[in-house]
Each structure stands twice: as structure tokens, then as C-alpha cells.
């Protein structure tokens, strides 16, 4: 007993270390990592410059301020879109694919379709996907991890192109000038904290009805009443949806070419005319998972009826020869990537070399791709339109670049250049017309996908 208790008092008193203590931070390992910070004057030097400058600044590679701005092959596009303070990137770069078609085709000028438009109906379908969700799954409790993960994420402004593919055909297009932006559409913040609470406080309220013994035809009838405050919020803050509308194309010098009364949807079968459904095939490039593989993500559409978003995993060189072939063709593409890794916001040039951290640092970074995203280092974050590609002697690409919807100020004159490298590192999906696609991944897009859940970390929506 005596020698239980000496061996508590020395233990508490420190003596002898207790076996959280050994896995803790000691003084003695402290003393160790000051040793070890011991320093030759540059390195106190390179100290005070982090210090007084930040990190980021001291790491920029000065032999990558300069680059090549000519392009072997580029599509040709007018006017730079804004998405402004909103997590619209997937739409205007759906858009944005589009309408680079009619400008060429037609001739126009700075034309582009109204954004505003398709998220109108975005967030109208958002929001009953959302309740009538809450309802399917009523009969579940509130720490299943489907019900947890739709309270947690009611409604967003991000989303992918399968959201695009669903709202343009359910409710077609208009001109931007035919429902231009309000401040809300360009400020999104504000307004999805209220409707998330919104849809939050109506979802509580269907799951009590149900746990009421309420019926479905009981519950669908408060989901309609429901629906209707959400349409009057949405209409306030981005106006009303024009049913019908006249409009007047023009060339590019600004002339009337014709003037003709349009509903939505025949401006859209008329000036697009595609099928986004059967016309186009999402491509992944995610080594964390077998490659020839085709994948759907539950849950990750923006209608109750609409497509999830569905798409075939493969090497990178293998989504570059498509993307090539297209921009060839004169066909832009959607395509989303890790934006923010080593993008110089100044010159807008994306390199894997942009910064040196090990050199300031003095430890390396080695983790690759794979590596990245196993560990939420990486992911796919933001949505841009593939336009450009140059080729070297060998026809193998040397770089590439995007149009963006950052603004004109932004960047490269409103565009993002990325080496093919930085390609290879932080490039996840691309969105290719199905005349670019050999036909064994046209057969493959037709297999039953293997299904992944919706919390997956890697299918967070684009902003």
C-alpha cells in the first residue's frame, strides 16, 4: 500500500512520467524543439522576412511571374461574366459553354443568358427537393445519418452540371437583359441563412405531422402551402420569372437582325436546341477510386425527379485527349477544379510551382493527388469554361486556359491559365460533348453506376 501511494505522489508531482504524460508535450521535448530552431543569422533573417511579410509572400516563385499568353488552339468568346458574391460558378459556366455557340453562330456581341433566371427556379426546386425529402424519410430519426445530413445542408447556392442539364430543360432560358441580377442574386449570403432557416423550420414541421400520424396527402398538402411562401421570398429578392418576353438579336456592331416573341423554353429550343441529358457525359479524374468505372452521387441533384449527378472515373491523359479534341472543334466544356492550390490571383496564372513553401519552410510537401484528396487536402471547389489548349510540336499540351466568372478584372483579363501540370494536380472534372467521346465510354455512361452517398466530402458543391 505505502508503495502504491509513493509511486501516486511521484507520478503527480512529475518524477516519473504517468503514460498520458509520455504521449503528451513535455518540458523536456520543448527544450529539444528549441535546440533545434537554433539558427544561422540568414535564417534569422528569413525569420523576421515571414514574420513582417507572411508566408505566402516570401514563397511566391519569382521565375514565374512571367508566361506565355499564346494559345494553338482557343474558342473564341466575348464578354467576361461576374458570378460577384454568390456560389453561382457552376451555373455561369454552364451558361457560359452555351453561349459561346451563339456567338459564333450568330454573330452577336457580349451576349450571355440570364443567370438569374435558371437560379430562381434553382432554389425553387432546392427547396422542395428538400422538403419532399424530409417527408420520404420521415419515418427515420433525427440522428439517421441521411436525415442529419439533409437538415445540415437544406439548400446552397453551389451545385454541378446535371443542375444545369435539369433546369434549362424543365424551364428553358432567357436573355440577361430579360431578367437581369438583383442584389440578392449577387449577394447570396444573407439570403441563404433565412431560407436555409426557412426550409430548417418547415422540414420540423412536416417530420411532427408525421410522427402525428399524419398521411401523405396531409403532408403533401402543408408542403404545397409551404412551397408558397418559399416562391414569395424567392420573387422578392429575384423578381418575377418572365412567362413570355420579345427580344431583339443583334449582330456584333449592334443591329437588329430579328425581333420575335419567346417563351422560355422556345428561346432555348431555338438559339441551344441541345438535349443536355443525352448529349453530354461528366468525366472524373479521382485516383482514390478504381478508374473505368462509372459513379453516381445519392441525393446530388437540384430537382425531387431530376438526374444525380452521374460520372465515369479516368486518367487524366485520357480526359485531356477528349478536351483537346473538342476545343479543336470550337466546343468550350465545363470543368471544375481546386481553384485556390497555387493560383497567383494577380496574374491569374495556376502553376505547381507558383510557390515554394519547402525552401521557406525548410520541409517538403510530397503528397500527391491520390494522397490530397484521402486526407481533405484537396477537392474540387469552384467551376470554370475550358476554352483554350497549346500544343507543342508533338500535339502533347503545354498549357491551358478558362474563362471565369470573376470578373474581367480578375486574372488574365478575366481568365485562369494553368500549366498542364497544375492540370494533372488539381483538375477533377470535365463536362465533354458526346461527338468528342470514344464509344466505349458512351457505352460505359449506359452501366448501372456504383452508387456513393451524399456526405461524400469529395462531391461538395461548386461555388
Partial sequence: MKILIYLFIITTLGIIPSAAQQKAITSMQLDKYRKACASSPSERA???AVALNGLKVLATSAQNNAYDTYFSNKVNSKGITNQQKSGRCWLFTGLNVLRAKIISRYNTGDFSFSQNYCFFYDQLEKSNLFLQSIIDNANKPM???????????????????TGISDLITKYGLVPSDVMPETFTSNNTSDYAKIISLKLRENGLALRKMAAGGAKEKELLSKKEEMMETIYKILVRCFGMPPQKFTWTLKDSKGQPVSTKEYTPQSFYKEFVGLDLHQD??????????PFY??????????????????????PIEEIKTMAIASIKDSTMMYLSCDVGKELNPKTGFEDAGNYNYADVLGTEFPMNKK?????FASGSSHAMTLMAVDLDKQGKPVKWMVENSWGEDSGYKGHIIMTDKWFDEYVFRLVINKKYIPQKYVDMSKEKPTLLPAWDPMFAPEQ
Fill in 46 to 48: 528569413l525569420d523576421n
Fill in 143 to 161: 440522428d439517421d445519418r441521411l436525415v442529419e445530413w439533409l437538415f445540415k445542408h437544406p439548400i446552397s447556392d453551389g451545385g454541378q452540371f
Fill in 280 to 289: 453530354f457525359i461528366m468525366f472524373m479524374n479521382d485516383p482514390t477510386r
Fill in 293 to 314: 468505372k462509372t459513379y453516381q452521387i445519392d441525393m446530388d441533384r437540384h430537382s425531387y425527379e431530376g438526374q444525380n449527378w452521374t460520372y465515369i472515373n479516368l
Fill in 371 to 375: 494522397e490530397r484528396i484521402m486526407t
